[in-house]
């Protein structure tokens, strides 16, 4: 997120205009906390979101706020960056990566008073796949699968032990692929099973795997485990969870880097993509980039600030 942050200003609450996606898993806490500080409003459909929020932002709205999870965030990420429409977000999903990410409150209270006055404006950075944006990250390969094993276990058996499972049986079915990087003027072609970018730079450690490093780096950044074997993979992992990032980074079988930009050849004219824990099928070669301060997203003051 940018350094650069402006002053909260007074606002009526009943003059910004609030869309709440109806099948958020936390619709009706939402409601009642939007309601509570006095919003103007409205409950959608997913597939009625995008066409009712483009219709309030080219009618120049200054502010508006999207109560849903990183889906719905990056729908309406998608449509204000690079305008002058601030966006404010009442988080309703299940993990919350982009709003725990920006210093915005999970608590839906104290997220409905931020958006109504009590924030400050900040630029924050978003990722972009052909013309697709996201917000945390994008993945190709078993990174997919980790993801969604790991969502399934965690119902039972909560993050830590799910993300070990998940990850013993994503080993168990790894596929390799040819991969072909592009970025900073050079080529390299890989044999891999994983391909990981992020906004922003992200973690290895097991089991914040993927998440955003605190006050990191900025840029996009590409992780790729190489070789064909799953024991080189298993003891990458293994390397990752003992010791951390910067020891997993040396070894033979990984490459890291923060770019601004760069474009990856799968060898087949379209592939499964991850995209903020949404798969999505998309034609290949995939051109990746950072929009540095795309949006201006409502956040809370820094602490000392309040």
Not at 21 to 37: P, Q, Y
Not at 79 to 102: C, S
């Amino acid at each position: 997120m940018s350094a650069t942050q402006t002053a909260p200003s007074p606002r009526s609450t009943s003059k910004l205009k609030a869309f709440l996606n109806s099948e958020c898993g936390n619709a009706e806490a939402a409601r009642d906390a939007l309601r509570k500080v006095g919003f103007d409003l409205e409950v959608v459909k997913p597939a009625q979101l995008e066409s009712r929020l483009k219709e309030v932002i080219d009618g120049g709205a200054k502010r508006i706020l999207v109560a849903g999870g990183d889906g719905t965030i990056a729908t309406a990420a998608s449509l204000v960056a690079k305008t002058g429409t601030e966006l404010a977000i009442l988080p309703g999903g299940t993990l919350n990566h982009f709003a725990r990410d920006h210093n915005i409150p999970t608590d839906l209270g104290k997220a409905a008073l931020l958006a109504g006055g009590e924030g400050v404006v900040a630029g924050a950075d978003i990722g972009y796949v052909n013309d697709c944006v996201f917000l945390n990250t994008s993945s190709i390969g078993a990174y997919v699968t980790f993801v969604r094993d790991r969502e399934d276990f965690e119902e039972r058996v909560g993050y830590t032990i799910a993300s070990v499972a998940a990850f013993i049986k994503t080993l168990a079915s790894l596929r390799n692929f040819t991969v072909t990087l592009e970025a900073e003027g050079g080529k390299k072609t890989y044999r891999s099973s994983l391909v990981f970018i992020g906004v922003g730079e992200r973690e290895l450690k097991m089991p914040a795997l993927g998440s955003r490093v605190k006050n990191g780096k900025r840029g996009l950044h590409v992780m790729i485990v190489r070789g064909r074997k799953r024991a080189r993979l298993f003891s990458l992992a293994l390397a990752a969870i003992a010791k951390g990032t910067k020891e997993a980074a040396h070894l033979p079988e990984f490459d890291d880097f923060l770019v601004d930009s760069c474009r990856i050849d799968l060898n087949r004219p379209s592939a499964l993509i991850g995209l903020d824990g949404e798969v999505k099928r998309m034609t290949t070669p995939l051109d990746f980039h950072v929009e540095r301060d795309a949006l201006r997203l409502v956040v809370a003051p820094p602490e000392g600030d309040e």
